[in-house]
Structure formats: structure tokens, C-alpha cells
């Protein structure tokens, strides 16, 4: 089975900041890889899908990238309303997905 | 617009079944799997399977296989999850979520339904 472990599990930054967050996959996934955010008491949303491109109306300071086993999520310039918990999920040939541990994140 | 609405929140006692909906609207019903995620209260995302309501085929993560029925009623656009034998570590928000059966948007869940709480105690 696919393992995915995301770092950090939380971070704390000022409005403006550029906030990274990276997921890892225990095996080479290509580029099936997907990135969700969740607000606090609302379903996730899908933000990235495979990898790097971005859903339609999601903002541009959202970005992704990688392939194989290391993938980095983005957002170029912190905003108040991006105050939530961000998920990576894989999915395989089976149609079997698979989510990573979530990071929260916080304003300073 | 695409939609998906879940049923209500369910009180149930350990050892008791119970049985959540997801009515789609806005597109082609048979055209698109129906995931069901759950989360634990402050836990994480975790998958639980399929199911395509065209040929009602499923499939599970591995936790869930013999614990979860997946099953959908065509004439009224709307997606079934059955959980048994519950215990209080059951207790979590259900979500339903659409993929595509193929290409296109194959590999992720947009949209999701509103979520239904399940809470399981004596």
C-alpha cells in the first residue's frame, strides 16, 4: 500500500507570507497526486489536481508541484481566508485513493 | 449546478447498523463514481471506497471490506452508504464525493456533499 506523509503537520504565518507544505509518497505515484483545503466544519475542496494544475476558480496564489515521490503546495501570498487544514490524496490504477495526514494552517 | 446532499445526522447504539444518502443533481448520475470519506472528530480524511452507479460495481479500502455496503437507486439520483456492526470509533462526519469512471476527472472528488455526522453510543 501507498503511505503519504505531508510536513508540517502545522504552521503559523503572517498575512503576505509564501507557506509551503510538501507531501511524500513512499512510492513513485507519477503525478497522481491531488491537494484538497478543508475550513473547519465544511467539506474539502479541491484546490490542485494532478500535481500542478490549478481547478477552475481557484485562485492563482495557489500552486503545485512535483512528480514521482516529493510534492510541494503553495500559496504565494498568504491570505486571512486561507486559514484551514490542506490534504494531498493520491489516487492509483484501481480508482483506490489514498490521503495524506493533513497540515494545518494558521495566521500569526 | 452540480450538487450533492447528504442525509441528516444519525444517533446510533454499538452494534447497530446505519445508512447514509447522497442525492446528486445537476448532472448525468450514471455518468460518475460516488466516493464516501470519513472524518473522525479532529482527525483526518480517510477514504472508504466506490461505487459506480452505472453497474453498481464497488470497491473498498481494505479497512472496510465486510464492514461497508455501497449501493445507489438510479431512478432517483441517489448514492447509498451502509456501515455495520458500528462501534463508538465509527462516530465521524460521512462525506460523499463525485469522481469521473474514467479519463477526464478520474482521480479526485469535486464536488463533495455537505457531510452527515454518525455518532454511536449507548
Known amino acids: 500500500d501507498i503511505q503519504m506523509t505531508q510536513s508540517p503537520s502545522s504552521l503559523s504565518a503572517s498575512v503576505g507570507d509564501r507557506v509551503t507544505i510538501t507531501c511524500q509518497a513512499s512510492h513513485d505515484i507519477s503525478y497522481y497526486l491531488n491537494w484538497y483545503q478543508q475550513k473547519p466544519g465544511k467539506a474539502p475542496k479541491l484546490l490542485i489536481y494532478d500535481a500542478s494544475n490549478l481547478q477552475t476558480g481557484v485562485p492563482s496564489r495557489f500552486s503545485g508541484s512535483g512528480s514521482g515521490t516529493d510534492f510541494t503546495f503553495t500559496i504565494s501570498s498568504l491570505q486571512p481566508e486561507d486559514i484551514a487544514t490542506y490534504y494531498c490524496?493520491?489516487?492509483?490504477?484501481?480508482?483506490?485513493?489514498?490521503f495524506g495526514p493533513g497540515t494545518k494552517v494558521d495566521i500569526k | 449546478q452540480v450538487q450533492l446532499v447528504q442525509s441528516g445526522a444519525e444517533v446510533k447504539k454499538p452494534g447497530a447498523s446505519v445508512k447514509v444518502s447522497c442525492k446528486a443533481s445537476g448532472y448525468p448520475f450514471t455518468g460518475y463514481y460516488i466516493h464516501w470519506v470519513r472524518q473522525a472528530p479532529g482527525q483526518g480524511l480517510e477514504w472508504m471506497g466506490w461505487?459506480?452507479?452505472?453497474?453498481?460495481?464497488?470497491n473498498f479500502a481494505q479497512k472496510f471490506r465486510g464492514k461497508v455496503t455501497m449501493t445507489s437507486d438510479t431512478s432517483i439520483n441517489t448514492a447509498y452508504m451502509e456501515l455495520r456492526r458500528l462501534r463508538s470509533d465509527d462516530t465521524a462526519v460521512y462525506f460523499c464525493?463525485?469522481?469521473?469512471?474514467?479519463?477526464?476527472?478520474?482521480?479526485?472528488?469535486?464536488?463533495w456533499g455537505q457531510g452527515t455526522l454518525v455518532t454511536v453510543s449507548s
Open positions: 461505487i459506480d452507479p452505472n453497474t453498481g460495481g464497488t
Open positions: 464525493g463525485r469522481s469521473c469512471s474514467a479519463g477526464g476527472c478520474y482521480g479526485w472528488l469535486d464536488p
Open positions: 490524496q493520491h489516487y492509483d490504477d484501481l480508482h483506490l485513493f489514498t
